[in-house]
């Protein structure tokens, strides 16, 4: 398969990512009978600038909470973002997002959706197409330019939707579960393609997954996250050399001891979720 | 009134391109086009043959129940000679435009005020009440009010239109812009779009998919408001015709401005029908047939 190619690089004037630091955050939601439930407990973590920084909990513990919060779609109940120091707060223009569901418009051609960032923003339709036009051929989906989503493949659609985010050149990249939804061989190479986008972009990412292969395969480092409500229960460096291929990285020795450790410290977490889903019927 | 029934339902299904069928197969799913339409005209052709035989024969009293070469030659007469009001083709166009008129404005206030109200918790718990007293008030009925308030003209039968109109959109506008994904509307929100933005590019279009299938609807009730206005009182149009028909004991009038009114509502349902599939386009073909939820 062809992987993405590698694009101008960024401009002279783009801003250093930012080290992104949460502090405390804590997030409680009402629940439908009005009882107030905690999903996210003095949540702490430092991501450095341009680290790949993966979230990994048991299915429900709150992480995609997390995500959101650091977007600003969702209101932290308290605890601060803060992004080189600065209260990150409401969405921000350095920020981007690729959702776990398809968010692409269904109404738009790929072009006029990989174009959307930069219109929203501003820029003007000539220009904006063209940027759109070089970001559809750094995805691999050029001669789909005027297709709609509903004629595309999964996996396409989760291209548009990362050309769609790429193109804003975000500085705080999240990610949560991008690739859930997409068939294991679509989702490593979708995994490696992402790798070779965030090389070229150093953006500071946090990705959430629950899977424990495609963490460690992409991350720097590997966050653990309690069963609910979310809090960190432990770090881990994933020191595997980079530049990594995804394919060829699962049989390092050293990606087996790092599954082994972590997988240790996230299954009882694992275990309390699954017991707590059967418990609730 | 045997002939306008037998009318609207043979005619009715025909223009729709049969959808492509799905799931279980029914006996006569694989018969060709062509033999089902030889006997939807055979059908026809028997149904207006043997009331022409009845009313030939004396069996049925042509002076109250009419005949099918009576209404054919009421048509040509019109088509020839003008009607009582003025020539047929002024009538045609007054139904027509008040139709036009109160449907562009229905939709646009339906619109208007179903997305204003899915948007808007407080305003949509102040006007459920009034909503639903509305819309359960015959609103025919208020054909008679507004000849009052806007005399014979046009501006009545708008009024009725709009009524009609309004109620069909609003539900479905209210109910899409309640719909709208809320991933999409984040995405747009972290992509960089204003409030604006978000209201062009993703409310209304996500709302447009549950607007355009009542537009169908609501462009038959523009006509039936149209005519029923022009029926209570007007100085022109189809309903006048059917009007003046009814008061001279003339069956054959009464049929000759229904099929005129139908064809009517058949030919803007067709235009409608091409706009939906202009504007749907980025739907699978097969959903943009369908009927909306």
Redesign the interface.
Same mark, same amino acid.
């Given at each position: 398969m062809r992987s993405f190619t590698a694009g101008p690089d960024l401009p002279a004037t783009a801003d250093p990512a930012p080290l992104l630091t949460l502090n405390g955050l804590v997030k409680r939601h009402a629940d439908p009978s009005g009882e107030l439930r905690t999903v996210v407990d003095s949540f702490d973590l430092t991501v450095p600038p341009g680290e790949f920084c993966v979230l990994i909990g048991p299915t429900g513990c709150g992480k995609s909470t997390v995500l959101s919060m650091i977007c600003g779609t969702t209101r932290p109940s308290d605890g601060r973002i803060l992004a080189d120091g600065a209260v990150l707060a409401g969405t921000d223009p350095r920020t981007g997002f690729v959702f776990q569901t398809d968010a692409v418009f269904p109404w738009k051609t790929v072009l006029a959706n990989v174009a959307a960032g930069p219109r929203f923003r501003g820029a003007g339709k000539k220009e904006s197409a063209q940027r759109a036009r070089d970001w559809i051929r750094r995805v691999g989906l050029s001669g789909f330019e005027e297709h709609f989503p509903y004629q595309l493949s999964g996996g396409m659609r989760k291209r548009v939707a990362l050309a769609q985010t790429m193109i804003n050149g975000p500085r705080i990249l999240l990610l949560d579960e991008p690739f859930s939804g997409l068939d294991a061989q679509t989702r490593q190479i979708m995994s490696g393609e992402l790798l070779g986008l965030w090389e070229s972009l150093r953006a500071t990412v946090v990705m959430v997954t629950h899977d424990l292969e495609e963490a460690i395969a992409l991350a720097d480092r590997v966050v653990v996250l309690t069963a609910g409500p979310a809090s960190v229960k432990k770090e881990f460096v994933i020191d595997l050399p980079r530049p990594r291929r995804i394919q060829e990285i699962r049989f390092h020795p050293r990606f087996a001891e790092l599954h082994e450790e972590i997988w240790s410290t996230l299954s009882d977490e694992v275990q309390i979720a699954y017991a707590r889903s059967t418990a609730a019927g | 009134m045997p002939v306008p029934q037998q009318q609207a339902e043979i005619t009715a299904p025909a223009p729709v391109p049969g959808p492509p069928q799905r799931g279980r197969s029914r006996s006569g799913e694989n018969t060709p086009r062509w033999v089902v339409l030889t006997l939807q005209i055979g059908l026809l052709v028997v149904l207006l043959g043997s009331w022409q035989v009845l009313a030939d024969t004396k069996t049925i009293d042509t002076f109250f129940f009419g005949s099918p070469t009576g209404t054919w030659d009421q048509l040509i007469s019109w088509i020839q000679h003008g009607t009582p009001p003025g020539p047929l083709q002024d009538q045609i166009w007054v139904t027509f435009q008040e139709a036009l008129i109160g449907f562009v404005i229905g939709v646009a206030l339906g619109v208007f005020c179903g997305v204003l109200l899915a948007r808007n918790a407080l305003l949509a718990r102040v006007f459920k009440v009034y909503i639903g007293v509305m819309n359960s008030v015959p609103r025919i009925v208020l054909g008679s009010v507004f000849v009052i308030w806007f005399g014979l003209g046009l501006k009545s039968k708008v009024a009725l239109v709009v009524v009609l109109v309004f109620f069909s959109v609003f539900f479905n506008a209210f109910q899409g812009a309640r719909d709208v994904?809320r $991933?999409?509307e984040?995405? !747009? /929100?972290?992509? $960089? !779009?204003?409030r604006t933005?978000v209201m062009l590019?993703?409310v209304l @279009?996500?709302t447009f998919t549950w607007i355009i299938a009542s537009l169908r609807i609501a462009f038959g009730l523009a006509i039936t408001g149209a005519v029923v206005g022009e029926l209570i009182g007007a100085t022109q149009g189809l309903g006048l015709l059917i009007y003046e028909a009814q008061g001279n004991f003339d069956p054959d009038g009464v049929y000759a401005a229904l099929i005129i009114t139908t064809v009517l509502a058949l030919v803007a349902e067709g235009l409608i029908t091409l706009l939906e599939r202009r504007a749907l /386009?980025? /739907? @699978?073909q097969h959903l943009n047939l369908g009927s909306e939820p």
């Open positions: - | 994904d $991933g999409l984040s995405n !747009a /929100r972290i992509l $960089g !779009a204003s933005e590019h993703v @279009p996500s /386009r980025w /739907r @699978p």
